[in-house]
């Protein structure tokens, strides 16, 4: 399972990340939501962003007490707070920036696909954010990382070739 992002159905209206964050804190507190929207008013570009579940995550290999784990029936890499020594190995690591460190707590935090049904992709009305489960995950997720990155290219003014 991954979470299929397409930036161009999304709004920027951010209720994945109210609603990650209450899901996770019981309060809308978007600095504590797992999913972030990176927004580019004057562009009118917005784009969902969280953890990828890489298929070798680095930030799992990155931790000195192995805090982080892939869920066998998610297949999402998982953070045992109590385990975490809050080193933010994983955080620096991350090339995409998927792990995030709450200071409150002490503790890094990633997308754990609430357990194989996210709530962001439940409020989620223009469709921008897909849970994919199945044999072909690992295809489809290239290839919207893949269309993501042209997106973004030929949105900054970059020539693309594909």
């Not at 953890?51 to 799992?60: F, L, P, T």
């Not at 955080?91 to 935090?109: E, N, W």
């Amino acid at each position: 399972m991954y979470l299929d992002v397409n930036p161009e159905l999304c709004t920027g209206c951010s209720l994945c990340e109210a609603f990650c964050s209450f899901r996770r804190e019981k309060a809308i507190w978007p600095t504590k939501s797992c999913i972030s929207v990176l927004k580019y008013e004057r562009e009118a570009l917005y784009i969902p962003f969280t953890c990828q579940q890489c298929e070798k995550a680095i930030c799992a290999e990155v931790c000195p007490v192995q805090a982080i784990k892939r869920n066998a029936h998610t297949r999402a890499w998982e953070i045992d707070a109590n385990k975490c020594m809050g080193c933010k190995m994983c955080v620096a690591s991350c090339p995409l920036g998927g792990v995030a460190f709450d200071p409150h707590r002490g503790r890094a935090f990633k997308c754990d696909l609430c357990g194989g049904d996210p709530e962001c992709v439940k409020v989620c009305a223009p469709g921008a954010l897909k849970l994919v489960k199945g044999p072909e995950v690992v295809l489809a997720k290239r290839r919207r990382v893949t269309q993501n990155m042209l997106h973004l290219l030929q949105n900054w003014g970059v020539e693309t070739h594909v």
